[in-house]
């Protein structure tokens, strides 16, 4: 980890989208450390660089040059199921909440022109009830994904004043 990384990642996973899963520009956060064998034998870890809640960072305000965000999709599966122990889960009662929430924390933390990437899969919540929790407009990303339902979308903070 280097004195000074630019990017968050603040619900990092098992990192699977990150080409360099050790890039030292990339502060890798997430709610849990852990490690578990899938049902194929395969290990999967989940062993971000500090321990953090995406809906209360421990960062002042303006840290970050980019965030790139991945949170759970989920709302409902089970406690135990391969789904959950590799992507994690939301809340029932709270998700909206949660991510509303989540939004604003990636945003305070974000620098002014700073850029969050955020990716969705619509498996079981729209991605359009998901843009309704945050008052940042997306500047672009992929509006009609294909198969997999998976959105990428890329956010640009605006200047506060």
Known sequence: MSAYQPVLDPACGGRMFWFDKSDDRVLFGDVRDESWELCDGRRFDVRPDMLMDYRDLPFPDETFRMVVLDPPHLRNAGDTSYMVQ?????????????IKTMFDECFRVLKTYGTLIFK??????????????????????????????????????????
């Open 86 to 98: 590799k992507y994690g889960c939301l809340d029932q009662e709270t998700w909206k909440t949660d």
């Open 120 to 161: 969705w899969n619509e498996t079981q919540i729209p991605v359009s009830q998901i843009l309704k929790l945050t008052a940042h407009k997306p500047l672009f990303g992929n509006k009609q994904p294909n198969r997999t339902g998976t959105h990428w979308i890329v956010f640009m903070k605006e200047d506060a004043k």
